[in-house]
């Protein structure tokens, strides 16, 4: 992980896989992000070849805990990760960008998506799910 800090918001880089021995890690500098009270972060996620359930979870407490207090989190994605965030029902946590180009991908574009990931209240049934796999 790299991390980029800027006023009020950081860049959190990924590389390599979020599996069960790197996912505590992960959680925890997320979690440390969200207490220092970061209303912006952007999870590059370009250069990750593996994310377990448990990286999905880490990521959607950091989108939790953020859109709580108004901010948001941005995630730049391959399409496969994002995927896994729409099966999961995760994507309205997030605003999600391609991270060829870092903007909201054309094909992928639905404004009931897009007017979800803007709303400061996270979709609790989304954290429900992924917590217990209902």
């Known amino acids: 992980m790299d991390f980029d800090y800027d006023v009020g918001s950081t860049i ?11 996912v505590p890690a992960f959680a925890g ?3 440390a992000l969200a207490n220092r009270g970061t209303h912006l972060v952007t999870l590059d996620l370009s ?7 448990g ?9 939790a805990r953020v859109n709580a ?8 994605a391959p399409t496969i990760l994002t995927r896994m965030l729409d099966m999961n029902d995760l994507n309205t946590l997030f605003v999600i960008r391609n ?6 991908a054309a094909d992928d574009f639905d404004p009931a998506i897009s007017r ?8 609790t049934s989304s954290l429900h799910r992924l917590s217990t796999g209902a």
Do not use: N, W
Request: include cysteine; hydrophobic fraction near 45%.
């Open 47 to 53: 250069q990750l070849r593996f994310c377990s359930v």
């Open 116 to 123: 979800a990931s803007h709303s400061s209240r996270p979709r």
């Open 29 to 31: 500098a997320l979690i």
């Open 99 to 104: 991270p060829q180009t870092a903007v909201p």
């Open 55 to 63: 990286g999905l979870r880490a990521m959607a407490e950091l989108a």
């Open 12 to 22: 959190v880089s990924v590389h390599g896989e979020l599996d069960a021995l790197s």
């Open 69 to 76: 207090v108004g901010g948001k989190v941005e995630v730049l």
